[in-house]
Structures are given as structure tokens and as C-alpha cells.
């Protein structure tokens, strides 16, 4: 019996203490509450006896109740009993179903795992077999090549000692003729010995006969052999010096002849083999607008952003009615392109007000410093120096927007450097040491604004503080005559540069002129105290001061006017008028948190 079973017949055997039990306590009580005949029955009047009764019949009910109770337990644990037995029944049949079902399965494993071993056994008999075969065809096979290999040494065996007996012979043979050779020195070395005896004798013998013969022709000629010789060599001499002079005057003269043609064809050509593109430089740009409703965005709300644009650039923005496009003038062509590029980014962008001009106007400041840069790389590309100091790179830029006598000076010196190196070429000298010369000769153009002095002295302490050679700083220093010039290639840099800079349309003397007196009105102005910016406009007619407001009051803005106007009245020259005016702006910013 099962664990189950004997539980249900646990819980039925307590059941059935429990009914008993009952029962027991029923029948003790009906025998108590019987009244003997002998004993008087009370009357129904009497209060005790009517409890007492209801109490029995109390009692008699409640163990009514639970003998129904107690056999319907009964019955319940009966049934119980049942289900237990048919549970139990169910039980074993699974059980034995299971046991049936784990023995056919294992079985069947068994069987399986027989066939298994069986197929396992096959094939490791069949594997094993490959591999003996294998071994079989691989030791075959390592026989056949050691076989191979031990005729093949021994055939080489017998080669090399058929080299062996042949050298052996060949070493005999040559030890035979050695010895020959040796016994015919030996007999060559006696013979030679005795011809040198001979020839010593002879060589005495001519010595004496020598002797004997100018001893005659000292008796005959009346001279001896030293004044002879003295009198020989002054006649040559003569002679040789009068046909180096006929040489010498023929050679000066052709070259006195040839000199000046040959000059003017090195420096024709060399011109005719440099095409470069020179245009000179304007002071005004064209800014193309999407359409003429951005005018007046451009000129802001009382024309406070046109205002604030010119302050910022410098740069004077000129909008009259032509038609979707507005000028741009400045004297400075780096300013006008910064300012260029600033309006430029304000259009395509849309948001235009002094702040935002401000924004844009550091960043086409850093874009136009690299697009010097990269032209200062390209024109190096272009003459073919690439070892070069990188400050000299960056001062190489800067001239991409200068000019002289409105000839850009970057230009310049690209069609110098190749006009040198194309004489050069024709003189047969150093051609990348004298491009290298004319390339950097106005290099100091770069720091005239900076530094007090000639261009030229200013760039050689450049070239020399950057480690170019003493041949070019020579060659910057000399190429306007500061210093004499004393190389080749200092005067081939004089020449390369008056030939770029002397060239019909090459240069005008007029904007040069005019760019420098905008300079100088810019200088006089910013020399003043207080001063933070200073603008020339409207083609020099107008010159705007910026001064910073807590330095210059009102009064003392006028004062600077009136001192700036005096100034430049006393030291330039200039047509019509000019207009200073000085403006003092003050600013408060405060940020919302």
C-alpha cells in the first residue's frame, strides 16, 4: 500500500473513534436524564422541572445534531475512502504504464546504443584502415625520396669528386707552370741585371759626351748655358705677351660689341616667357542682392544697421538705385574684402542687426586670414620653393591684398621670381637660389605699416632672422640700392624687379599716391589719445574717428576733431575738403537670468 492509502485509512479509523465516542456520550446522558418509577414527578407548575426539561430536550437535540453529523462525516470519509482507492488504482496503472513505458525506452536505448557502438566500431576499423593505408602510401613514398635523395647524393658525390681529381690535376699543372715561370724570372732577372750594368755605363758614357758637347757649344757661341737659356725665355715671353694683348683687345672688343645685345635679348626674353595676368586694383566692390527689399533690411530701422556695419568694417557701403546691388568702397583692400564678405554671410543669412554684424564680421576676418594663407602657398607652389620658415608664409599673405603703384605686390613677386629664373637659365647660375632672391625681395612690403624704415632693410632682418642665406638677405637688402649690391644674384634681382615693375601697364602711379594719403590720414588720426578706430571714406573726403567713451568726453571730441582737421591741413596735399568726424558711443549690456 501506498503512502496515500494509508493516510485516507488513518484519517477513517480517527472518524470512526470519533463516532463511537459520541455515541458513548449520547447514551451516558440518556441514561442519567431517566427517572427512576420510584421518584416523584414534579408538576408541570414547578419552575425547576421545566428548566430541567428544557435543558434535556436541549441536549437531546444538540446530540441529535451531532450523531447526523458525526454519520455524515461518516459517510464523507467513505466516500473519501473510495476515491481514495480509485485514486490509488489510477495510481498503479500509471505507474505501471511508466514502468512499462521505461523499460521499452530503455530498451530501445540500449538497442540504439548497441547499433551505435557497433557503427562506431566500423568506422573507427574503417578510419583506422585509412590511416595504416595512408601511412602505408606516406612511408612508400618517404622510402621512394630518401631513395631519390641518396642516388642524387651519390651521383653529386661522384661529381664532386670528379671537380676534386680535376682541381688536383688543374693544381699540378698550375704548380708545373709556376715553377716554369719562376725559373724564366729568375733567368729574366739576371738578364735585366746585366742590361742595367750596360745601361749605367752607357748612361755615364752620354753623361760625359753631354758634358763634352756643351762645353763645345759654350767655346763656339761665346755664351754659356744659363744666359742661352735667359735669353730663349725672354723672347718667348715677349712674344706671348704681345699676342695675349692682340687677344685681349679683340675679345673686349667683341664683347663691347655683343654686351648690349645680349643683354637686351636676355631680358626681352625672359619677359616674353613669363604671361602673367595684372590688372590694377580697384577700391570698390559690387555686392549682387537677392532683390531690392534686402536694401532696406541692410539700412536697419533709422539706419542703425548701415551705421553699425561701417563702424565694425570700416569699410563705406554706398546704396543708390542700382538695381539689386550695392558698392562697397574702402581704400583698403583687405578691409573691403573682410567687408565684402560680411555683407555677403548678412544677406544669405537674413538676420541683420548690429550684433549679429559683429558675429559675422570675426568670422570673414578669420576666413579671409586663410584665404591669404592658401595664397601664399599656392604662389610658393608656383615658383617652386618649398622649404620656407612658416612666419614667412604668413607675411608672404598679408600681400595678397597689397599693392604697389596698383600693382599687387604677391603677383609681383611671383613674376619676378620668374623672370629671374628664366635669366638665370641663360646665364647658366643657380636658378632656384636666384628665384629664391627675387621671390622674397619686397617681403618687407608686409611690416611697412609696422616698422619705421625702408621695405627693403626691413626685409632682409626678416629673411635673416628666419635663417634665410646670406646670398638672399643680401639680394633683399641691395634691390633699391640701400646697399650696394655685390653678387650676381643681387643684380639679377634689380633687374628682375625693374623688369616686372617697369612693364607698360604694370603699374600707376596715381593710386599709390592716393593710397598712401588714406594711409596717412588714418595714421594722423589714430595717433591721437583716445582713439580706437579710425575710417577713411568716401574716397578720402571723409574720415570717421572711433574713440572709446570713458577716455574722450563730448568737449574733448571736438578738441580731437579740431586737432585731427588741423593736422592733416598743415601735412598733406589734397583736393576739396575734408570731413572729420568723431563719434563717441557709449554701450550698457546686461543678461537675463
Known amino acids: ?103 521499452r525506452v530503455l530498451d530501445a536505448a540500449r538497442a540504439e546504443a548497441d547499433t551505435i557502438l557497433e557503427r562506431a566500431h566500423r568506422q573507427a576499423e574503417a578510419e583506422a584502415e585509412q590511416v595504416r593505408a595512408a601511412a602505408r602510401r606516406s612511408g612508400e613514398r618517404e622510402i621512394a625520396m630518401l631513395s631519390r635523395t641518396v642516388k642524387e647524393q651519390s651521383v653529386e658525390l661522384d661529381r664532386r669528386g ?32 746585366e742590361r742595367k750594368a750596360a745601361l749605367a755605363a752607357r748612361e755615364a758614357d752620354l753623361v760625359e759626351a753631354e758634358d763634352r758637347w756643351l762645353r763645345e757649344l759654350e ?98 557701403l554706398i546704396i543708390d538705385d542700382t538695381p539689386e546691388a550695392v558698392l562697397l568702397s574702402c581704400f583698403d583692400p583687405v578691409r573691403r574684402e573682410i567687408g565684402r564678405l560680411t555683407l555677403e554671410k548678412l544677406v544669405l543669412d537674413g538676420r541683420i542687426h548690429p550684433h549679429r554684424i559683429e558675429e559675422v564680421f570675426e568670422t570673414a576676418k578669420q576666413e579671409v586670414e586663410q584665404l591669404c594663407q592658401r595664397a601664399a602657398e599656392d604662389a610658393l607652389v608656383d615658383v617652386g620653393i618649398t622649404e620656407i620658415h612658416p612666419e614667412l608664409t604668413t607675411l608672404l599673405g598679408r600681400l595678397r591684398y597689397r599693392t604697389s603703384y596698383g600693382q599687387n605686390v604677391l603677383k609681383h613677386l611671383v613674376e619676378t621670381a620668374h623672370i629671374a629664373g628664366v635669366m ?35 626685409g632682409a632682418d626678416v629673411a635673416r632672422k628666419y635663417g634665410e642665406s646670406e646670398d638672399v638677405v643680401h639680394a633683399i637688402e641691395a634691390h633699391h640700392n640701400e646697399v650696394a649690391p655685390q653678387t650676381v644674384e643681387a643684380v639679377l634681382t634689380q633687374a628682375s624687379d625693374a623688369c616686372s615693375g617697369g612693364r607698360p601697364g604694370a603699374r600707376r602711379e596715381s593710386l599709390e599716391a592716393y593710397v598712401k594719403r588714406l594711409e596717412r590720414i588714418e595714421e594722423i588720426a589714430a595717433g591721437k589719445l583716445g582713439v580706437e578706430k579710425v575710417f577713411a571714406m568716401q574716397a578720402g573726403r571723409e574720415i570717421r574717428v572711433m574713440v572709446k567713451p570713458d577716455d574722450v568726453d563730448d568737449i574733448g571730441a571736438a578738441v580731437l576733431a579740431r586737432d585731427v582737421a588741423k593736422q592733416i591741413e598743415e601735412e598733406l596735399t589734397y583736393p576739396g575738403q575734408i570731413r572729420v568726424t568723431v563719434v563717441r558711443e557709449s554701450r550698457v549690456t546686461e543678461i537675463a537670468r
Open 1 to 103: 500500500m501506498t503512502g496515500l492509502e494509508w493516510g485516507l485509512l488513518a484519517a477513517i479509523v480517527v472518524l470512526a473513534a470519533a463516532v463511537l465516542a459520541g455515541l458513548v456520550f449520547g447514551a451516558r446522558t440518556l441514561r442519567q436524564l431517566t427517572v427512576p418509577a420510584s421518584t416523584p414527578v414534579p408538576t408541570e407548575e414547578d419552575p425547576a422541572f421545566v428548566a430541567a426539561r428544557d435543558r434535556q430536550e436541549q441536549s437531546l437535540a444538540a446530540l441529535r445534531t451531532a450523531a447526523d453529523e458525526a454519520s455524515s462525516a461518516v459517510e464523507q470519509a467513505k466516500a473519501a475512502a473510495a476515491a481514495a482507492r480509485t485514486d490509488a488504482a489510477a495510481a498503479k496503472a500509471e505507474a505501471s504504464a511508466a514502468r512499462a513505458e521505461a523499460r
Open 162 to 193: 670528379q671537380r676534386m681529381d680535376e682541381r688536383e690535376r688543374q693544381h699540378a699543372e698550375e704548380a708545373d707552370r709556376v715553377a716554369e715561370r719562376d725559373r724564366r724570372l729568375s733567368a729574366t732577372a739576371a738578364e735585366l741585371a
Open 219 to 316: 767655346r763656339v757661341a761665346g755664351l754659356t748655358a744659363e744666359a742661352a737659356r735667359g735669353e730663349l725665355v725672354e723672347a718667348i715671353e715677349g712674344q706671348a705677351k704681345r699676342e695675349a694683348a692682340i687677344l685681349v683687345r679683340d675679345i673686349e672688343a667683341d664683347a663691347r660689341n655683343t654686351a648690349d645685345q645680349r643683354a637686351r635679348h636676355i631680358v626681352v626674353d625672359a619677359i616674353q616667357r613669363v604671361a602673367s595676368e595684372q590688372t590694377a586694383e580697384s577700391v570698390v566692390s559690387v555686392l549682387h542682392l537677392p532683390g531690392d527689399e534686402m536694401k532696406g533690411r541692410i539700412i536697419g530701422r533709422e539706419g542703425r544697421n548701415i551705421r553699425a556695419f561701417e563702424s565694425v568694417t570700416g569699410v563705406n
Open 424 to 458: 638665370a637659365a641663360e646665364l647658366r647660375l643657380d636658378v632656384p637660389l636666384i628665384k629664391r632672391c627675387a621671390f622674397l625681395h619686397d617681403i618687407g612690403k608686409a611690416l611697412t605699416h609696422e616698422v619705421e624704415g625702408s621695405h627693403a632693410l626691413i
